[in-house]
């Protein structure tokens, strides 16, 4: 801790804590002051007299109405959930698998696969985007959920067999041996042995992984092209402006709407969290 | 012959059926199978897909002919490219500095002991968590420029006397959307750093506090080398997603005022998507191409390094 006069520790501690928190917690008390403020006084300009940009006395919950009677945030909402899910789902099993191959058993062209795995992990969306959306064309899954559910896995999986690898390579050889020699098959001890120590892990890939398909915005936005078939991000984006008009009581109602379920499934898993994000940097 | 082992010593051997997965090789090909199959078909195959693409003069519904180059050779000559290419590097390296600047600060903080220091770690990771398109919208409504928080605060603070037209004026809005991502990254920066400081022993720090050393002296002589294989990690992972990013400059400008604020992702859709000239915006992705490779290959490099010592 911070030795010295009393100040410092204003200074060096409390202060900067307190300016890092205001910078990247406003935008969030923004989101929930405008999405319950009424249209009157959100349309009210800056410089105007008497106004008090921080706080309203008249909340109202027209916003959140509009948002469920005129738009189809339901579906959105329930889109989102299904597509991240599924795809976590499918990434999880090939994550797990191909981490238990990589990091476990010998074959020809274990090396090279995996660095082959991690150059993956590192394509970002933006650079195959359009001739991704041809070949989803061509396969006729344009504008369905299994556009992404399929496609969501290419960023997902690196992901997951890089974390996994970590995970299984520190649990013991000795434990499958045991298991191998008290008559289980390869396939059983991997299943029933070494799968189950390694659930941490899986935990951790899991909640990272459902995060990053909520999060994901640009194949949504060129691969799905019917209202109701949208993500939320793409639906808030493209259904709630027109043309120049922002509709920003809505827009903040859905942002906010939006991202409640990804941060009550990351406020269960914290730790968990943290520990897929660091060990996805560090390997 | 460990099939032969089990065979013998074990009362039930494995089913016939599943005897091949008893072979390791076979049980890896398995294993593996999925995964090749998913990233052959929606990662090695569009990239190839791609660069087909990007040498024809294909648009939405019609093929198109072989062209060579020549999408690249007007790409190259394109004002508003050579905008985008500016801006995407001057984008990437600002804020890639400030990222690593305040991260690393946050972390150092973070690194001590205080009440709540669970709770506040938990809520600093928010900006990260939560989807980038719904929280840029938060801050592009801040910066709105007939209703902009932001102006009444610097009006009230006596900073200013007009208002600031954020997302109109092209220097402004850049600095607008840098401004945005170095708020959605520090966090990312933050928590992998303290994660590398926390591996650090607070012993290393005393001893040389003991032998005189000043608190900077202490950060830059023994904290700083010891967190620089983390450092680098993380920052050639934020530089590849800041220099494909996409998102921010696509809610906050959408690449305006006058195609003054594209990168090379925004550009690539205003054109391959918007106008629908596949084969172009297919040669502008594939143009960021060289400088991703490159720093995936430092990062290969780094890791094998690192792996090595």
């Known amino acids: 801790m911070i030795e010295g006069a009393w100040w410092r520790k204003w200074v060096f501690f409390y202060v900067p804590m307190a300016l890092f928190l205001l910078f990247l917690l406003f935008p969030f008390y923004w989101m929930v002051i405008t999405s319950v403020r009424p249209d009157g006084e959100l349309y009210r300009p800056w410089n105007s007299i008497n106004y008090n940009p921080f706080w309203t006395w008249n909340p109202t919950w027209d916003h959140v109405r509009y948002l469920f009677e005129e738009t189809l945030f339901a579906s959105w909402l329930w889109n989102t959930t299904f597509i991240a899910l599924a795809s976590t789902a499918i990434s999880l099993v090939c994550g797990v698998f191909a981490g238990y191959a990589l990091s476990r058993l010998n074959f020809p062209f274990a090396g090279s696969l995996g660095t082959g795995i991690f150059i993956t992990y590192l394509v970002p969306q933006t650079l195959l985007f359009i001739p991704l959306a041809e070949i989803i064309r061509n396969y006729r899954l344009g504008d369905t959920p299994w556009s992404l559910i399929l496609t969501y896995p290419t960023f997902l999986i690196p992901f997951c067999t890089w974390l996994m690898m970590g995970y299984f390579k520190a649990v013991p050889k000795e434990l499958e041996e045991c298991a191998r020699i008290d008559g289980a098959s390869r396939w059983q001890a991997m299943l029933y042995i070494v799968i189950p120590v390694a659930i941490p892990g899986i935990l951790s890939a899991g909640i990272f992984a459902f995060t990053l398909s909520w999060n994901e915005f640009i194949y949504a936005l060129v691969f799905l092209s019917s209202p109701g078939q949208k993500t939320v991000p793409v639906g808030v984006t493209s259904e709630l402006i027109r043309g120049d008009v922002f509709f920003w009581g809505p827009l903040m109602a859905g942002a906010l709407l939006g991202s409640i379920p990804v941060a009550i499934a990351y406020s269960f898993f914290v730790e968990h969290y943290v520990a897929g994000l660091t060990g996805s940097v560090k390997g | ?309």
């Open chain 2, 1 to 309: 012959m460990a099939i032969a082992e089990t065979q013998v010593y074990m009362p039930q051997a494995p089913q016939p059926r599943f005897r091949l997965l008893e072979d390791e090789r076979w049980l890896a090909f398995m294993l593996l199978v999925p995964t090749m199959a998913l990233l052959g078909t929606f990662i090695a195959y569009p990239f190839l897909r791609g660069i087909l693409l990007s040498v024809t003069d294909a648009r939405v519904g019609v093929p198109g002919d072989f062209v060579g180059l020549a999408n690249f050779y007007k790409i190259f000559n394109d004002g508003i490219f050579r905008t985008s290419v500016y801006n995407t590097f001057l984008y990437t390296g600002v804020t890639t500095v400030f990222k690593l600047a305040l991260g690393l600060w946050l972390a150092m903080l973070l690194n001590r002991n205080f009440r709540g220091k669970a709770f506040t770690r938990a809520f600093i990771l928010l900006p990260f968590i939560i989807p980038t398109v719904l929280s840029t919208f938060a801050w592009k409504w801040m910066f709105d420029p007939t209703f902009s928080v932001l102006n009444w605060l610097l009006y009230h603070l006596g900073l200013i006397t007009g208002r600031i037209n954020w997302l109109g004026d092209p220097e402004l809005a850049m600095i607008s959307i840098i401004i945005v991502n170095i708020w959605r990254g520090v966090p990312f920066f933050a928590i992998s750093l303290l994660a590398g400081l926390q591996t650090i022993s607070p012993e290393l720090s005393e001893a040389a506090a003991i032998d005189g050393a000043r608190p900077w002296q202490r950060f830059w002589y023994v904290t700083w080398p010891l967190l620089l294989p983390v450092t680098m990690v993380v920052v050639l992972f934020s530089v590849i997603q800041t220099f494909a990013d996409f998102q921010i400059v696509y809610v906050m400008t959408g690449g305006g005022p006058a195609n003054a604020t594209h990168l090379f992702a925004t550009y690539a859709y205003q054109i391959g998507i918007g106008t629908g000239l596949l084969s172009e915006g297919a040669a502008i992705s594939l143009a960021m191409f060289p400088v991703l490779f490159l720093v995936v290959i430092i990062q290969l490099l780094y890791i094998r390094r690192v792996e090595v010592r």
